[in-house]
Each structure stands twice: as structure tokens, then as C-alpha cells.
């Protein structure tokens, strides 16, 4: 009996050191490299943004004449043709229409107008870059800009997958022709429609009411 109970013991005291082993195995971290891994790659986005900084500084210093201006959104902007009579600018729900150009720092066209076609954006509310984003919403009726943009308010690390690099800033030309709310874009729309249906069913050309803009809708369709 006496070595029965010896066993017992040598077993409960084998179970017990193996649980205390495993509970404290459960509690390490799964990785130390996780940390060193994050703080590696924030280095590295810091020195690409300060690189990049560096060709922006560059190219607005090479032309003093040009006076560009910091956003606090992380990007540069100067006016080709500013409009100092109007106040309000592109906010979500309003529709904006404008045209735009794509460049690398050194001049050369990505996407030229023609390539992009006119835009039709339903603003804070369609996908596309930061930058142009928060650029728009600067601007005023019949404004022409040109944006600075660092890779990290443009396309990022991965580019757009064909002409656009990965890590590439641009230099972006924005026309902003108008913008109205969606609810009156919506009823120019409903207008269009309704006077191509006439046309259609009387097989004569109705009277046309001249439409706001003449951009596409990009939004409904």
C-alpha cells in the first residue's frame, strides 16, 4: 500500500509540474519578432517620406516664381487659375465635375486628360486617391491646380498595377469645372431621361432644356 501511495504521489507531482509547464509555455508570446518587425517598417516608411519630401522640396525650389503651399493634409498645391470671387467649395453631397492629369516629378505625362475623360465624382463618397480626395475640396468653381502629392496620399506601395509605380508621388493637374448636390444632379439625370424618352416615342426632337453640365453620369451607371 505504502508504495502505491509513493507512485500516486511521483504521479500527481509529474502532472502537476507538466500543467504549470504548459500554462506558462501558453503565456509567451507567439513571436518577439512581431515588435522589431513594426518598428522596422515604420523606419522605413519615415525615410521614403522624408526621400520623397526631399524631390518634392526640390522640384518646388527649382522654379521660385511658382508659389506652392503646404496642406496640412501632407501634400502641395499651387494655383494656375484661382477664382477669388466665389466662397464654397466641393463637401459630401455635392457632385463635382472636373478633368485632371497625371505626372511624374520630372514632367512626364502618365495619364494625360484625355486618357482619364471627365469626371463625374460624388465627393467623400467614391474611391479614389487621397490626395485628389482632399484636394478637391479646396478648390472653387472654374479652379485649375497642380498638386504635389507624395506617394503615400497617391497610389502607395503597390501603384496602380500599370503605369503608376510603386511609391511614385505625382504631380497632379486638377480642373474643377462645378459641383452641385446630388439631389440636383439626380433630377438633371431624371430630366436627360425623360427628354430622350419623349424623343424616342414622338420621333421628334423636343426642346431642350440646357443641362447644368455636360459631363456623363458616372454615379448611376
Known sequence: MTHFKQILIAFLFT??????????????????ASGSFMKKSAERNKKLIATEEGQID???????????????????????VQNDI???????????F?????????????????????????????NIMTGLREGIKLMHKNEKVIFLFPSHVAYGYHGDDKKIGPNQPLLCTVSLHNFISEEAFKKEIQLRQSNTLNQDQSGVQPKQTKPVNKIIDTLTN
Open 86 to 96: 466665389d466662397t464654397i467649395t466641393p463637401k459630401k453631397g455635392d457632385v463635382a
Open 98 to 126: 472636373f478633368n485632371y492629369e497625371l505626372k511624374d516629378l520630372k514632367g512626364n505625362i502618365i495619364y494625360s486628360e484625355v486618357e482619364l475623360k471627365p469626371q463625374t465624382y460624388a465627393v467623400d463618397k467614391q
Open 58 to 80: 526640390s522640384l518646388i525650389k527649382s522654379n521660385p516664381k511658382v508659389k506652392y503651399m503646404a496642406s496640412t493634409k501632407g501634400y502641395w498645391y499651387t494655383y494656375v
Open 15 to 32: 502532472f502537476v509540474v507538466s500543467s504549470c509547464k504548459q500554462s506558462q509555455d501558453a503565456r509567451r508570446p507567439i513571436s518577439h
